[in-house]
């Protein structure tokens, strides 16, 4: 890359900072996409408050119902979740005791096939 090209490369960077730090100093940033609910976007707004001031500390942050609410959430997923994996664990078990039954049931006549030959060979 000669002189040049590394010149313009700069100009170009300094011109995209220079409409960063204003964007940033209004205010402005991009909406996140709507797959995200109502919620986040009313907790980031708070977050990006361009005013030091006007920006929640983080025990209003913990604070605040709508953070409340998803942890709320988050922590009835946690517990749905551990009662499917305790469920899912018993019907392991479960599982492999009737395996070891059939198991068990399958040598039982195989001895009984056995005891019958030997039976009858006498």
Partial sequence: MNQLHFILLLELLILYLISLNKKIQAGY???????????????LKLLLQ?????????????KNPKVIKVSYQQKQNRMVLNKLNIINYQASNQFKIIKR????IKILKQNEKISLIIKNQN
């Fill in 29 to 43: 940033y991009e909406p996140i996409p709507s797959k995200y609910n109502s919620d986040l976007q009313d907790i």
């Fill in 50 to 62: 361009v005013d030091p001031n006007e920006r929640p500390n983080c025990d209003q942050i913990l």
């Fill in 101 to 104: 039954q059939f198991t068990i």
